[in-house]
Protein backbone atom coordinates (compact mmCIF):
# COMPACT_ATOMS: atom_id res chain seq x y z
CA UNK A 1 0.00 0.00 0.00
CA UNK A 2 2.85 2.38 0.79
CA UNK A 3 4.53 1.56 -2.42
CA UNK A 4 1.50 2.12 -4.47
CA UNK A 5 0.95 5.43 -2.48
CA UNK A 6 4.23 6.47 -3.36
CA UNK A 7 3.67 5.65 -7.30
CA UNK A 8 0.64 7.69 -7.05
CA UNK A 9 2.11 10.84 -5.87
CA UNK A 10 5.12 11.02 -8.26
CA UNK A 11 2.78 10.54 -10.66
CA UNK A 12 0.77 13.46 -9.40
CA UNK A 13 4.01 15.88 -9.53
CA UNK A 14 5.11 14.60 -12.82
CA UNK A 15 1.99 15.83 -14.22
CA UNK A 16 2.45 18.84 -12.04
CA UNK A 17 5.81 19.67 -13.53
CA UNK A 18 4.82 19.01 -17.17
CA UNK A 19 1.77 21.04 -16.95
CA UNK A 20 3.67 23.63 -15.25
CA UNK A 21 6.15 23.70 -18.13
CA UNK A 22 3.58 23.38 -21.26
CA UNK A 23 0.89 25.58 -19.52
CA UNK A 24 2.12 27.60 -16.78
CA UNK A 25 0.92 28.18 -13.34
CA UNK A 26 -1.66 30.55 -13.95
CA UNK A 27 -3.25 27.76 -15.77
CA UNK A 28 -2.66 24.86 -13.52
CA UNK A 29 -5.56 23.50 -12.01
CA UNK A 30 -6.38 20.32 -9.47
CA UNK A 31 -8.74 19.10 -12.36
CA UNK A 32 -5.94 18.98 -15.27
CA UNK A 33 -3.16 17.56 -12.95
CA UNK A 34 -5.77 14.46 -12.22
CA UNK A 35 -6.22 14.17 -15.76
CA UNK A 36 -2.94 14.30 -17.09
CA UNK A 37 -1.59 11.89 -14.23
CA UNK A 38 -5.01 9.60 -15.17
CA UNK A 39 -5.89 9.52 -11.57
CA UNK A 40 -9.49 10.34 -10.06
CA UNK A 41 -9.62 13.47 -8.55
CA UNK A 42 -11.09 12.50 -5.56
CA UNK A 43 -7.73 10.25 -5.22
CA UNK A 44 -5.77 13.46 -5.96
CA UNK A 45 -7.59 15.48 -3.31
CA UNK A 46 -6.41 12.38 -0.82
CA UNK A 47 -2.97 13.85 -0.92
CA UNK A 48 -3.21 17.18 -2.13
CA UNK A 49 -6.26 19.45 -1.18
CA UNK A 50 -5.63 22.36 -3.52
CA UNK A 51 -3.28 23.38 -6.03
CA UNK A 52 -1.05 25.46 -3.55
CA UNK A 53 -0.15 21.68 -1.95
CA UNK A 54 0.62 20.86 -5.41
CA UNK A 55 3.62 23.58 -5.99
CA UNK A 56 4.62 22.84 -2.10
CA UNK A 57 5.32 19.22 -2.71
CA UNK A 58 6.79 20.23 -5.68
CA UNK A 59 9.36 22.52 -4.95
CA UNK A 60 10.37 20.55 -1.83
CA UNK A 61 10.87 17.41 -4.34
CA UNK A 62 12.98 19.62 -6.76
CA UNK A 63 14.31 21.38 -3.57
CA UNK A 64 15.42 17.87 -2.39
CA UNK A 65 17.17 16.48 -5.67
CA UNK A 66 18.92 19.94 -6.12
CA UNK A 67 20.71 19.46 -2.51
CA UNK A 68 21.67 16.24 -3.22
CA UNK A 69 23.76 17.52 -6.06
CA UNK A 70 24.94 20.24 -3.99
CA UNK A 71 26.30 17.74 -1.60
CA UNK A 72 27.59 15.20 -3.99
CA UNK A 73 29.82 17.83 -5.42
CA UNK A 74 30.49 19.25 -2.03
CA UNK A 75 31.44 15.66 -0.84
CA UNK A 76 34.77 15.99 -3.20
CA UNK A 77 36.26 19.33 -2.36
CA UNK A 78 39.36 18.67 -1.21
CA UNK A 79 40.42 17.26 -4.62
CA UNK A 80 39.89 20.77 -6.04
CA UNK A 81 40.57 24.64 -5.32
CA UNK A 82 37.24 25.69 -3.38
CA UNK A 83 36.93 28.27 -6.86
CA UNK A 84 36.25 25.15 -9.49
CA UNK A 85 33.79 24.22 -6.68
CA UNK A 86 31.97 27.26 -7.09
CA UNK A 87 32.07 26.70 -10.77
CA UNK A 88 30.29 23.27 -10.68
CA UNK A 89 27.86 23.96 -8.09
CA UNK A 90 26.95 27.10 -10.28
CA UNK A 91 26.79 24.95 -13.43
CA UNK A 92 24.90 22.05 -11.41
CA UNK A 93 21.79 24.49 -10.63
CA UNK A 94 21.84 25.84 -14.06
CA UNK A 95 21.40 22.71 -15.76
CA UNK A 96 18.85 21.25 -13.14
CA UNK A 97 16.31 24.18 -13.91
CA UNK A 98 17.18 24.16 -17.53
CA UNK A 99 16.57 20.70 -18.27
CA UNK A 100 13.78 20.18 -15.48
CA UNK A 101 10.19 20.30 -16.90
CA UNK A 102 8.48 22.87 -14.77
CA UNK A 103 11.75 23.72 -12.86
CA UNK A 104 11.68 27.45 -14.16
CA UNK A 105 8.05 27.57 -14.07
CA UNK A 106 7.50 26.97 -10.78
CA UNK A 107 10.54 29.58 -9.72
CA UNK A 108 7.91 31.76 -11.06
CA UNK A 109 4.65 30.25 -8.99
CA UNK A 110 6.37 30.54 -6.06
CA UNK A 111 7.07 33.93 -6.08
CA UNK A 112 3.78 34.74 -7.42
CA UNK A 113 1.39 33.68 -4.28
CA UNK A 114 1.74 35.07 -0.58
CA UNK A 115 1.96 31.50 0.80
CA UNK A 116 4.30 30.14 -1.27
CA UNK A 117 6.88 33.32 -0.98
CA UNK A 118 6.93 32.28 2.64
CA UNK A 119 7.79 28.58 1.82
CA UNK A 120 10.39 29.86 -0.93
CA UNK A 121 12.00 31.59 1.47
CA UNK A 122 12.42 29.33 4.02
CA UNK A 123 13.98 26.78 2.02
CA UNK A 124 16.45 29.56 0.52
CA UNK A 125 16.89 29.71 4.24
CA UNK A 126 18.12 26.42 4.76
CA UNK A 127 20.16 26.65 1.82
CA UNK A 128 21.89 29.27 2.98
CA UNK A 129 22.68 27.45 6.57
CA UNK A 130 24.64 24.55 4.46
CA UNK A 131 26.58 27.83 2.51
CA UNK A 132 27.08 29.12 6.14
CA UNK A 133 29.50 26.39 7.18
CA UNK A 134 30.80 26.45 3.90
CA UNK A 135 32.19 29.86 3.81
CA UNK A 136 33.12 29.30 7.96
CA UNK A 137 35.44 26.21 6.18
CA UNK A 138 37.31 28.10 3.83
CA UNK A 139 38.53 30.69 6.87
CA UNK A 140 36.09 33.73 7.11
CA UNK A 141 35.30 34.83 10.27
CA UNK A 142 31.74 36.11 11.60
CA UNK A 143 28.91 35.31 14.26
CA UNK A 144 26.76 32.22 12.80
CA UNK A 145 24.44 35.42 12.22
CA UNK A 146 26.99 37.39 10.24
CA UNK A 147 28.06 34.30 8.18
CA UNK A 148 24.36 33.11 7.34
CA UNK A 149 23.65 36.77 5.82
CA UNK A 150 26.44 36.86 3.75
CA UNK A 151 25.68 33.19 2.28
CA UNK A 152 21.69 34.24 2.11
CA UNK A 153 22.86 36.64 -0.44
CA UNK A 154 24.69 34.32 -2.62
CA UNK A 155 21.93 32.03 -2.48
CA UNK A 156 19.48 34.82 -3.22
CA UNK A 157 21.60 36.29 -6.17
CA UNK A 158 22.39 32.73 -7.49
CA UNK A 159 18.36 32.06 -7.53
CA UNK A 160 17.57 34.76 -8.89
CA UNK A 161 20.11 35.19 -11.67
CA UNK A 162 19.31 31.27 -13.01
CA UNK A 163 15.32 32.20 -12.78
CA UNK A 164 16.31 35.51 -14.67
CA UNK A 165 18.16 34.33 -17.24
CA UNK A 166 16.51 31.27 -18.28
CA UNK A 167 12.74 32.95 -18.17
CA UNK A 168 14.51 36.16 -20.09
CA UNK A 169 17.32 34.93 -21.78
CA UNK A 170 17.84 31.31 -22.34
CA UNK A 171 20.11 31.78 -25.60
CA UNK A 172 22.40 33.67 -22.84
CA UNK A 173 22.18 31.90 -19.77
CA UNK A 174 25.24 30.43 -19.69
CA UNK A 175 27.15 33.38 -19.81
CA UNK A 176 25.00 35.13 -17.58
CA UNK A 177 25.85 32.22 -15.28
CA UNK A 178 29.81 33.39 -16.29
CA UNK A 179 29.03 36.25 -14.95
CA UNK A 180 27.43 35.11 -11.64
CA UNK A 181 30.23 32.75 -10.74
CA UNK A 182 32.98 35.97 -11.32
CA UNK A 183 30.63 37.92 -8.77
CA UNK A 184 30.47 34.85 -6.36
CA UNK A 185 33.99 34.62 -6.04
CA UNK A 186 35.17 38.03 -6.07
CA UNK A 187 32.54 38.03 -2.75
CA UNK A 188 33.96 35.25 -1.30
CA UNK A 189 37.19 36.15 -2.00
CA UNK A 190 36.80 39.76 -0.64
CA UNK A 191 35.63 38.36 2.65
CA UNK A 192 38.38 35.96 2.74
CA UNK A 193 41.05 39.05 2.35
CA UNK A 194 39.19 40.81 5.67
CA UNK A 195 38.60 37.68 7.58
CA UNK A 196 42.92 36.85 6.92
CA UNK A 197 43.13 40.81 7.88
CA UNK A 198 41.39 40.98 11.23
CA UNK A 199 43.25 38.17 12.16
CA UNK A 200 46.53 39.60 11.53
CA UNK A 201 45.27 42.85 13.28
CA UNK A 202 44.56 40.66 16.40
CA UNK A 203 47.63 38.28 16.47
CA UNK A 204 49.70 42.79 16.27
CA UNK A 205 47.60 43.71 19.12
CA UNK A 206 48.54 40.87 21.30
Not at 29 to 45: H, P, Q, W
Not at 180 to 197: D, G, N
Request: glycine fraction near 2%.
Amino acid sequence: MQERAKQTVEKILNATAELLHDKGHTRLTTKKVAERSGINIATLYHYFPNKIALLHALAEQFAEQQQEQIDSIYAHRTETDWRDTVDKVLDATLEFNRTVRGAVALSLAMRSYPSLRQIDYDRDLRQSEFYASVLAELGIKGSPRELQLKALVLTETMTAMVDYALQFYPEQADAAMDEVKLMVKLYIEYHLRQSAEDSSSGDTAD
